[in-house]
């Protein structure tokens, strides 16, 4: 299923990751990212895919609630293990939706 | 290799897409869209990952750029393909880019 949300504006954080050889442990830790950021202020939803290069796009009603899960703190744990094991490299962009078909 | 652009503010073409069964020419397309995208004027790159979801997001200069390559013949022909024939389901947002990290 295809994430949809009514009514731009809203914000997406676009996630992009290369995967380095040392997966351990990625898969658990992204299940409990999901279930952790559905309950966050301000999220709307997320679209995620994985080949070579992964994206995830998740959704957001406002800067602040984007904010607030960045400096979260078991967030900001597995952003520390991506960064040290998991990813080759990443890019994290944040943008304003403004228009949607 | 993840795109890499300098100084936001630029735009995101944000496309989620849930191919369906039928599948025959997507691959050929994809490539020749790729290529084509490539020479559009204020196109700055691209990151593209599928699974069962498809997510490509493309990066622009500004709004004008993107308007002249959605308007793009070709595109147009290749994007009506998509429609009735590969996509199960779509979603394109346009968004600016205000930072990343």
């Known amino acids: 299923m295809l994430c949809k949300i009514p009514n731009p504006p809203y914000y997406a954080v676009i996630f992009t990751t290369l995967q380095s050889d040392n997966t351990e ?7 409990q990212m999901e279930d ?3 309950l ?7 679209d995620s895919a994985r080949d070579k290069v992964g994206i995830t796009v998740s959704y957001w009603k406002d800067l602040e609630s984007i904010n607030l899960w960045r400096n979260n703190m078991e967030h900001q744990a597995a952003k520390q293990t991506g960064k040290e ?9 944040i943008a304003k939706v403004e228009r949607q078909y």
């Not at 442990?25 to 299940?31: I, Q, R, S, V």
């Not at 966050?40 to 997320?46: N, V």
């Not at 094991?85 to 962009?93: A, H, P, S």
């Open 25 to 31: 442990g990625y898969l658990e830790m992204a299940k």
């Open 36 to 38: 952790l950021v559905s």
């Open 85 to 93: 094991q998991w990813y080759k490299d990443y890019t994290l962009r």
């Open 40 to 46: 966050q202020k301000g999220f709307l939803g997320f």
